[in-house]
């Protein structure tokens, strides 16, 4: 059974940080690259980060050097640490594999104030 449970979103000012969380289950996971991805309100869902099994990372230009993505495979975790959050940031936040499978959580919104 595929499960995603995102968590850590919330209210926040411009230039704070949140750290994002998400679990996975083991049919997922397993030797599988892991991504987060967001959707901002009426526009489309976009790759934000990407980790490999190894924990090889990849960023969007517009996260690059704000955001770390990282990953427990013991725990099956997930996990997105969000620093200098900007408003252009707030958006509802979902992991997958990359490329995405069909399987979605219900993500965390997270909302970034000027």
């Not at 190894?54 to 640490?81: C, H, P, W």
């Amino acid at each position: 059974q595929v499960r995603l449970v995102e968590s850590g979103g919330g209210l926040v000012q411009a230039g704070d940080s949140l750290r994002l969380s998400c679990a996975v289950s083991m049919n997922m996971f397993a030797f599988k690259t892991m991504a987060w991805y967001r959707q901002a309100p009426g526009k489309q869902r976009e790759l934000v980060a990407r980790i490999t099994m190894g924990s090889v990372t990849d960023y969007d230009d517009t996260v690059e050097g704000r955001f770390t993505i990282s990953r427990d495979n013991a725990r099956k975790m997930v996990f997105l640490q969000m620093n200098s959050l900007k408003p252009e940031d707030t958006a509802v936040y979902y992991c997958n594999s990359y490329p995405q499978s069909s399987f979605w959580g219900q993500g965390t919104q997270v909302t970034v104030s000027s």
